[in-house]
Structure formats: C-alpha cells, structure tokens
C-alpha cells in the first residue's frame, strides 16, 4: 500500500505542473496536432510510469520518466515561444 501511496504523490507532483503549461499552451493559441502530441504522449508515459512504479518494473518506470520529462520541456519550450512572439 506505501508503493501505491508513493506513486500517487508522485503522479500528483509531476501532473499538476503538466496541466498548467497545458492550460498556457492552449491560451496561447496552439494548434491542435501538436496539443494532441504532447498530451497524449504525457498521458501515456504517465500510465506507463504508474503502472512500473506501482510493480517495481525497471528500467520502464525511469524510461516513462524521461519520456513524460521531455514532452514536458517541449511544452515548456512550446509556451516559451509563444509567450515571446
């Protein structure tokens, strides 16, 4: 049950700061594909990492990690584009 615990808290810090960039990137005026891209590529990597986190799997719950970390730095990036043009 901590494993379950701990993967929830982890979720919820990683989530959170995904769905206010999400939020900017659509304020912004962002094209839908690219929205679909990295919302849905996030939302996988998330499940992805849960579901390793939760069984212990390695090296799939660090491989999601990334995989969640870099759509979120394009999305930083993405926003950051937008917000200086």
Do not use: E, K
């Not at 919302?39 to 660090?62: C, D, E, K, M, N």
């Amino acid at each position: 049950m901590a494993r379950v615990l701990r993967a929830h808290a982890n979720a919820m810090a990683n989530i959170l700061p995904f769905l206010i960039l999400g939020f900017l990137y659509v304020l912004l005026g962002a094209g839908r594909t690219g929205a679909v891209i990295y919302f849905g590529v996030f939302t996988v990597a998330r499940y992805i990492h849960s579901v390793a986190y939760v069984a212990a799997l390695q090296p799939w719950r660090t491989v999601s990690y990334v995989v969640g970390l870099l759509a979120s730095i394009g999305l930083i990036v993405q926003v950051a584009l937008r917000a200086l043009t």
